[in-house]
Nanobody
Framework: VQLQASGGGLVQAGGSLRLSCTASGSIFSINAFGWYRQAPGEQRELVASVASDMIANYADSVKGRFTISRDNAKKTASLQMSSLRSEDTAVYYC???????????????WGQGTQVTVSS
């Protein structure tokens, strides 16, 4: 199983970026997708997550600015980020809790990080 994240870059404050995450490999089902971020010298934190029933949760710091979505058929998740601030600068990681076979418990898989830099 692999997760491929893409879409990071450099953007001015107030701008927008869209991150994408695609899961591939032997996958029976994906329970939840999540986006995490880690700024230099900081711990990795959960930004947003979306369950298989499409219920989403957000960190307070991004509510109203970020939107997470998923496409179960394509095994993808996206994070639309708007009204970006300098404090959103971080490496963003995609995570998916994946069941590789019907009777396996879901296990976490991580994508490679993608850098988001917001200039003020």
């Amino acid at each position: 199983v692999q997760l491929q994240a893409s879409g990071g870059g450099l953007v001015q404050a107030g701008g927008s970026l869209r991150l994408s995450c695609t899961a591939s490999g032997s996958i029976f089902s994906i329970n939840a997708f999540g986006w995490y971020r880690q700024a230099p010298g900081e711990q990795r934190e959960l930004v947003a997550s979306v369950a298989s029933d499409m219920i989403a949760n957000y960190a307070d710091s991004v509510k109203g600015r970020f939107t997470i979505s998923r496409d179960n058929a394509k095994k993808t998740a996206s994070l639309q980020m708007s009204s970006l601030r300098s404090e959103d600068t971080a490496v963003y990681y995609c995570r998916a809790d994946i069941r590789v076979r019907r009777y396996n418990l879901p296990a976490p898989f991580w994508g490679q990080g993608t850098q988001v830099t917001v200039s003020s």
